[in-house]
């Protein structure tokens, strides 16, 4: 377990990214909170500011910070501002919150990799913020498309590997 890395994004609404990314082989949990806002201790129905993330700890071993993104990259949509599917405002952006110089040379790679990849019609306009404190999200929300399999999510497999 001392070996385990964390990384962070937003994709929309995190009950549908957390549900894909817990299948990912190297993917040992996941969390889903709000992140890279105003207030500290932020709930669902007080987040200014905040998206709503994953916190994802991974095996380096089995799988890369750079699979994490490219995966990322082809379940959400990243060429819209602040919304997936019905979900709008700014609890709904893409970001990827960075906590080195690495992994923002690996976002800004990958970034790059999808823009050039030419399958999204439009330019990739994922933030990179710096990494801030990941508040988790209140219980229900924690695993909810396991515990509600037929909830709402926008999120699914769009393309193959960008990398």
Not at 14 to 23: A, V
Not at 43 to 52: D, I, K, S, V
Request: hydrophobic residues 30%; negative net charge.
């Amino acid at each position: 377990m001392d070996n385990y890395k964390k990384a962070y994004i937003a994709g929309g609404c995190f009950w549908g990214m957390e549900d894909l990314i817990r299948k990912r082989a190297g993917i040992v949990d996941t969390h889903v909170g709000y992140q890279g806002g105003e207030n500290s201790h932020p709930t669902y129905q007080n987040h200014p500011g905040h998206a709503e993330s994953v916190e994802i700890t991974y095996d380096p071993e089995i799988t890369s910070f750079k699979e994490i993104l490219d995966y990322f990259f082809r379940i959400h949509n990243p060429t819209t501002v602040d919304r997936q599917g019905n979900d709008k405002g700014s609890s709904y952006r893409s970001t990827i919150f960075i906590q080195n110089e690495e992994e923002e040379k690996i976002a800004k790679e990958v970034i790059d990799l999808v823009n050039k990849s030419g399958k999204w019609e439009d330019t990739v306009v994922t933030t990179l913020e710096p990494f801030s404190t990941f508040w988790p999200a209140e219980d229900y929300h924690q695993d909810y498309l396991v515990k509600n399999p037929n909830g709402y999510t926008c999120h699914f497999e769009r393309f193959d590997s960008f990398i």
